[in-house]
């Protein structure tokens, strides 16, 4: 008896969805231009077409496309200290040169100072450099930027710079 029971149940709940789908909508306009919806024909009347079929969206690619590493950036060097043209007044000679390297100083860097295109100090891994006893007159300052495996990757522009010493000759 439960079986039949069940079976009875199943067929009164499937008949309402059966019988949904067999209706018609018809659509009209009334005197103003708006829709009149219905579900018996009248004159002028258009019928619908009504899918039962749930709008659902087409599955898309969740993956991110994939993304090139930026390029690094290339290294460069400058000097900030002395000025370009400037003029250092020491009579020891002592000359203070900083330099600037961009981007960011990493480890493994070399950097090495040529004073009037000769190489006076070996390369270090900063760029601060203290030159003692240098003549007075013109000098040509220039820093080159060593990687690693010692390969030039950088060199600044040319700095000169002005010695002004007290003359051995007459010091006052």
Known sequence: MNKVLFIFILLFAAMPITAQESKKVFVTRDANGVLIFSDSPQPGAEELNLSTRANIMEATDPT????KAPAPEPFTVEIVQPEDQGTVRDNTGSVYVSGKISPMFQRGLRVRLLIDGQAKVEPQNNAVFILRDVERGEHK???????????LIATSPVTTFYLHRASVISPN
């Open 141 to 151: 300052l220039q820093m080159e930027l060593f990687d690693q495996n010692g390969k």
């Open 64 to 67: 991110l496309p994939a993304r």
